[in-house]
Nanobody
Framework: QVQLEESGGGLVQPGGSLRLSCAAS????????MGWFRQAPGKERELVAD???????NYADSVKGRFTISNGDARHTVYLQMNSLKLEDTAVYYC??????????????WGQGTLVTVSS
């Protein structure tokens, strides 16, 4: 069974930092892109950042210059380093993978979500 495992959420003060980790497990041959979405209370889920197979990245305008997405040394692992956190960054963060190639075909995966709370 293929799945995404997330870690790293928590409570942090404004201006602080957190790092989220996500690892894809299972019989996976390749992944087009891995990234993070977030959903704040009463708002729609939005893309935060993603990392593509060719090493290109995309960021939401609201996090540019503060967040950095990178791939890990382990295969199919991605990190999101979040610096200068703001109150409005509070949300549930979901790891996402698209173009996941498995023995049975292609899939899109979502993690269970990890809560990031920015509060003084």
């Amino acid at each position: 069974q293929v799945q995404l495992e997330e870690s790293g959420g928590g409570l942090v003060q404004p201006g602080g930092s957190l790092r989220l980790s996500c690892a894809a497990s299972g019989n996976i041959f390749d992944i087009d892109a891995m990234g993070w979405f977030r959903q704040a209370p009463g708002k729609e889920r939005e893309l935060v950042a993603d990392f593509h197979r060719d090493a290109s990245t995309n960021y939401a305008d609201s996090v540019k210059g503060r967040f950095t997405i990178s791939n890990g040394d382990a295969r199919h692992t991605v990190y999101l380093q979040m610096n200068s956190l703001k109150l409005e960054d509070t949300a549930v963060y979901y790891c996402h993978a698209r173009g996941v190639v498995t023995a049975t075909g292609h899939a899109e995966l979502w993690g269970q979500g990890t809560l990031v709370t920015v509060s003084s």
